[in-house]
């Protein structure tokens, strides 16, 4: 089983999570951001990939520090997880849309980090959540588990509609490119390997 366990402690976060990539999208998930709990609960989900989360963190000071961090160790998890990387589809691609909102996310698993993240512009909260904050999880995620990840928000105007179509572009996409194809023999590379 395709599994990891990562901590992370820091004067501003302390985290604890695990993930199977070959799981069913059961999720135990505690944050002490509740849309971040929500983003975190819908990516695994529709991901497929077990989520278990303890997150406790400085948000009289902010929530960046922890969204960020729980992007950062999910990432570095993933990442873990998913070992040599041989046998994998390595690409996924999802269009999703949540009411009026429609988002795009196209994955590589490549061990590249890039993240080219586009939110149409729009500012606001989701309840105490800092809407930009969208990009610093997935900021955090892509660059710790080294993946290339194009993930665009095409049209929307309620932000929550927005997040949400977004992370479920990534979680459907991310959960293509994760899965082992049974025609693929190695690395999905003619390198012969993706670091």
Avoid: W
Avoid at 12 to 33: A, F, H, R, W
Avoid at 132 to 146: D, N, Q
Avoid at 149 to 167: C, D, F, P, R
């Amino acid at each position: 089983m395709r599994k990891a366990t990562v901590k992370r402690e820091t004067k501003e976060t302390q985290i604890e999570l695990s993930i199977n990539l070959d799981g069913k999208g059961k999720y135990s998930v505690d944050t002490p951001v509740g849309f971040l709990t929500h983003m975190v609960e819908t990516l695994s989900k529709h991901s497929l990939i077990d989520i278990n989360i303890m997150a406790t963190g400085d948000i009289h000071v902010s929530h960046h520090h922890t969204v960020e961090d729980v992007g950062i160790v999910l990432g570095t998890a993933i990442k873990e997880a998913l070992g040599d990387k041989k046998g994998i589809r390595r690409y996924g691609f999802a269009v999703i849309p949540m009411d009026e909102a429609l988002s795009l996310c196209s994955i590589d698993l490549s061990g590249r980090p890039l993240l080219f993240y586009e939110d149409l512009g729009l500012r606001g909260k989701i309840t105490e959540f800092d809407f930009e904050l969208m990009e610093e999880f997935f900021k955090g995620l892509t660059l710790s588990a080294g993946i290339t990840v194009h993930l665009k928000a095409l049209s929307g105007k309620n932000l929550h509609h927005i997040a949400e179509s977004m992370t479920k572009a990534f979680a459907v996409a991310l959960r293509q490119a994760v899965e082992v194809d049974p025609r693929r023999e190695g690395s999905p590379s003619t390198k012969g390997t993706l670091d």
